[in-house]
């Protein structure tokens, strides 16, 4: 798969985190259907351990192994690629061998080692900038993965801190981080999420969440992450900013006319 420059906007998407090896293969393989048959490019997220839960009480997922037995199984079952989050060095060779993607999570954007093993391990490496940081300063994050002879980066945005319990998404970070020369991602559902609003876990406003995805393709970004989950209601993670997996082909059919204005030739993608 080829992302970034006029190749086709790539969706990103997929639970929170692994509830389950059943609900994880059965939405794996909705969206792997749904996308081929509609020729989308698509990558398959989730996460094995949200280790930055707001609550030592909230669930976390399977962990390492179980989640990298069942993230394999929906790689070979469904072949499409895989995305997941890691959260340290020793987890990266691990991951790497397993998946097609590793994910730098927002809060952690700044663990040079950490970033330096994600380079290392040859695969393409997503970074999430973080909500505190300036979208200009990401050049130096991308520097770090390049001096590792790595160019396959991917850089998200997902929403900068605004006061307390609260996101915003300046459109204007998208422009300024593909300044870096590599592709960029618009992380629709974490930036209508209101970190630890709800006291002892994240609240969000998903209604909200359809409106800036399409803001990020007019404006020009190179895929679009969203979070899904059949019931949003019942997810055991980011429930309250997930979309519901039902309302994601009428949002893409909308993002892909969005995205054709883009790059016509009076569009500025």
Not at 134 to 145: G, N, T
């Amino acid at each position: 798969m080829k992302i970034g420059a006029d190749r086709p906007l790539v969706l990103i998407a997929g639970p929170c985190v692994i509830e389950s090896r059943a609900a994880c293969l059965s939405l794996a393989g909705r969206l792997a259907e749904w996308t081929a048959r509609c020729r989308i490019p698509f990558i398959f997220k989730a996460s094995y351990d949200k280790a930055n839960r707001t609550s030592l009480s909230s669930f976390r997922g399977p962990g390492l192994e179980r989640g990298l037995e069942i993230l394999a199984e929906v790689r070979q079952r469904y072949d499409v690629p895989v995305l997941t989050d890691v959260h340290s060095v020793a987890e990266v060779e691990r991951v790497a061998a397993v998946v097609d993607v590793l994910q730098i999570p927002a809060f952690l954007c700044r663990q040079t080692d950490l970033i330096v093993a994600a380079g290392a391990s040859g695969r393409v490496v997503n970074v999430k900038k973080g909500q505190f940081m300036a979208p200009w300063d990401i050049v130096h994050v991308v520097e770090k993965i390049e001096s590792t002879g790595n160019r396959q980066i991917l850089l998200t945005e997902r929403g900068v801190s605004f006061g307390y319990n609260n996101l915003v998404a300046d459109m204007r970070s998208l422009l300024i981080m593909r300044e870096t020369g590599y592709p960029v991602i618009f992380d629709a559902t974490h930036s209508v999420q209101r970190p630890g609003g709800l006291g002892m876990r994240s609240g969000g406003d998903a209604r909200w969440a359809p409106a800036l995805a399409r803001a990020a393709v007019a404006t020009g970004c190179d895929g679009v992450f969203l979070e899904t989950h059949p019931r949003p209601v019942r997810a055991k993670s980011d429930a309250a900013n997930a979309l519901p997996t039902a309302l994601l082909d009428s949002l893409w059919r909308q993002l892909r006319a969005i995205d054709a204005v883009v790059r016509s030739p009076g569009g500025k993608r």
